[in-house]
């Protein structure tokens, strides 16, 4: 774990845990060992390791770097400049791919960066957040970053818990990671509906990511919690961010090729606030018209983006016309 720590922000320290890629973990306290542990019961294997899966692959099969399409964000609709006032919930201007998984939002920066930080509203039931979803649908509201490269892509970020129940992760949005490796995606750092996360989302070192939370559990106590894995090294991570796009979205994601956009499932008023990117910390600036590379939804019909700036918007997703 030492070396893991000393790569991270000194900020991101206080409770750790690394996954690598053969499902081994570590944490940095040992109460947060057992708390994981505790929390992911039937995740294990026999050798005690996290099991590993043949699926797990990123939630948004966006392809890589080189096939993405990446229009002009300064014919876009919704390309206003920095300013302060909000354009109200409109449907995005550019209709995102089908990838038979759920309807979404996703803004895209340009290549060149490895990390993101960002402030962010978590929807609460049953105003802001509605799972309905059919037999086959799976739904499940998520709010997340991650990377592209010509390697593939990771998604790292928060998932909503919809179920009710008294469990520390009921009715909670928790920290997940899909695409780094074939490991199983375990339940760790749980954060309160209808309350803010400051979220980081970088590279510490070549070949891993790392995602930090900040904010308040489901009984209102300070959550801190920084997850780092190691990625297949056929991904091409570099903390430089050379060869590297760094993703936002907001989804209903659904079970592959069992898309239903009829169930009316939803999440409402997801605020993205002071988004920035960079490479190393301290370098981040705003997402703005020079960084920014596309912005999306998939169906347009099935998305409303209450838009200030590249940096600031509320995203509205669901299951059914909006």
Partial sequence: MKDIMEHLDKEDRENVLYIALDGSYYANKASLLAEFKKQNEGKFDATGKLKLLTNEIPLIDEGNINSITKPDVTTLTEETGLTATSSGYQHPSSQCTNNNSGPYRKVLSKSGYSRLIANIYLPAKPNEAVMTPSATSGDKGYIYTGAVTSGGQIDMGLAL??????????????????GASSVITPDYGNYKMGTSVYMKYY??????????????????????????????????????????????ITSIGQIKNHQDLTTGSFIKNVGWSNVKIGTTSGSEVLM???????????????VLVDYTNQANEKVWVKCGNL
């Fill in 288 to 302: 703005n018209s020079s960084n920014t590379s596309s912005m999306c939804g998939y169906k347009t019909s099935n």
């Fill in 161 to 178: 818990n919809y179920e009710a129940g008294p469990a520390p992760t009921n009715e909670t949005w928790g920290m997940f990671v899909t």
């Fill in 203 to 248: 590279t510490p070192q070549n070949n891993q990511a790392a995602l930090y939370c900040s904010g308040y559990d489901k009984a209102g106590n300070p959550s801190i919690h920084t997850l780092v894995v190691a990625v297949s090294t056929s991904l091409n991570f570099k903390t430089s961010g050379v060869g590297m796009q760094i993703k936002r």
